[in-house]
């Protein structure tokens, strides 16, 4: 059974460009945790929303990532960028597929 974990970005004004760039990288760290893909997207209608996911397979792999110390540094170094709180949603994997080029 895989697990999807989403993460809610509600990003400050004039702060969305610092932000996606400074935590970019440590949302594809996961891969090093385990997770088996994640995607950043960022809503349309509200350019300063986005939406972290991520598949696991088990949530005590998103715990090791989430709270190691270089993502909870990655997290500090942007605390004054996005909304607080920020809380994971998690959801069962039915059913996916994936058409996805690859280098998008």
Sequence with gaps: ????CRLDWHIAPFR??????AWEPAAAKCIAYGAKSWSLTRADDDPLYFQQTM???NKA???RY???QEIAEAREAVLNWYVIPLLP????LLVADSIVPTGV
């Design 1 to 4: 059974m895989l697990y999807v």
């Design 55 to 57: 598949v696991w397979e």
């Design 16 to 21: 969305r460009d610092r932000w996606l760039e």
């Design 61 to 63: 792999e998103f715990e």
């Design 66 to 68: 989430w709270y190691s």
């Design 89 to 92: 949603t998690w959801h069962t």
